[in-house]
């Protein structure tokens, strides 16, 4: 009996869905396995599919891709090669002999793990979000909670010694007071630290630390552990505070330069701001470029450039504040990047009429 045109429908509909690549849920990836761009290799996941590890479009440049570990939704967690973007052609490899590999179209290796010859074999994604090289008996040789790039999740310690980064910014915590840092530090220029709150004398009268860890409790509550303390520090309430559902909670250093706890559902692939370190954006350094001018426009900050006439009091010798500051909407001019101190005949290299070109340059008044 010959089957039928429907038959034949359903049988190549069967054949095309075993094609197409599917998550790996909560498997080992062996040495050898490799994630491609492009759909044509399966995902990494993690055994309940609440996280998994794939490419996606960088969100700079979308002809490239970013390796990533990803919420149920698309919100990011972690990046290989601390976002590093590869061309079609590029692929993420557990190679032969242990090494986590970014490696773009070229076969020019990125970024590694540094893990060849350690005695890695396997790798795996675990329901909390963390991708783990384990060795033979199941020992972990390298994970990406000890790499973080720019979020920390629930069940993740951020100890002091590690960085979070996004673009010039950084954020730390200060391994003897337990400060929460936070540093724009642009390639050849000075650093600039523009926050650093000390939450820990509140609680413990300034008492020098060992080892301060960041953690994102599950109940939303940022806090401060540390071996030298009796409990942890409070460091904020998130604004949902003690709501329980499927979520994911999360502080993350964002690109404009603060740090801020995040709530995001299942699935939702949106993450709703709970809280921020630094209460007035404008404080954030360098938040409005090269010479801009950040005010804020009702509630929400926003960046603009000296008038014409705010440029020529800075080449006739004014300050910083004087020339900007009735530029800002709303009142109060911050925010400068990089900062002049002080009149402009005070910088001895750094004449008037430069400063009239620069300021003018660098915020679109002349071509």
Not at 71 to 100: E, F, M, N, R
């Amino acid at each position: 009996m010959r089957p039928s045109r429907g038959d034949l429908g359903v049988l190549c509909r069967g054949f095309l869905l075993l094609l197409l690549p599917f998550p790996s849920h909560g498997k080992d990836m062996p040495l050898g396995s490799t994630l491609t761009p492009g759909g044509n290799s399966a995902a990494w996941a993690s055994p309940n599919s609440t996280f998994s590890l794939a490419f996606a479009p960088s969100p700079t440049s979308p002809s490239l891709f970013v390796a990533s570990v990803t919420y149920a939704g698309g919100i990011s967690i972690w990046s290989a090669g601390a976002g590093a973007p590869v061309d079609s052609g590029g692929s993420l490899l557990l190679s032969s002999t242990g090494d986590l590999q970014l490696v773009n179209g070229s076969g020019v290796v990125l970024w590694s793990s540094g893990t060849a010859g350690r005695g890695v074999s396997a790798a795996a994604l675990q329901e909390s979000g963390i991708l783990v090289l384990k060795n033979s008996t199941g020992g972990a040789v390298w994970q990406s909670f000890d790499h973080p790039t720019d979020t920390v999740v629930m069940s993740q310690n951020f100890a002091s010694g590690m960085n979070l980064t996004s673009g010039s910014y950084v954020f730390t915590v200060d391994r003897a007071t337990g400060n929460l840092t936070l540093r724009w530090a642009n390639a050849g220029s000075a650093t600039v630290t523009y926050f650093n709150k000390d939450y820990n004398s509140t609680f413990t009268a300034n008492r020098t630390l060992s080892s301060p860890t960041l953690t994102m409790q599950t109940n939303d509550i940022v806090s401060l552990t540390d071996g030298t303390l009796n409990a942890p520090v409070v460091v904020a309430y998130s604004s949902n505070y003690g709501e329980s559902g499927d979520m994911l909670r999360f502080v993350r250093l964002d690109s404009d330069g603060n740090f801020r706890a995040y709530s995001a559902g299942r699935g939702s692939g949106t993450a709703t701001e709970q809280w921020s370190a630094v209460a007035d954006q404008c404080e954030v350094f360098g938040y409005c470029g090269n010479m801009g001018v950040c005010g804020y426009n009702g509630t929400s900050p926003v960046c603009g450039c000296p008038s014409h006439q705010q440029t020529e009091q800075r080449q006739q010798g004014a300050t910083v504040s004087d020339a900007v500051a009735e530029e800002a909407p709303g009142g109060g001019a911050r925010g400068l990047d990089p900062p002049i101190p002080g009149p402009v005949e005070d910088r001895g290299s750094f004449e008037k009429r430069n400063v009239f070109f620069h300021l003018k340059k660098n915020c679109g008044m002349i071509n």
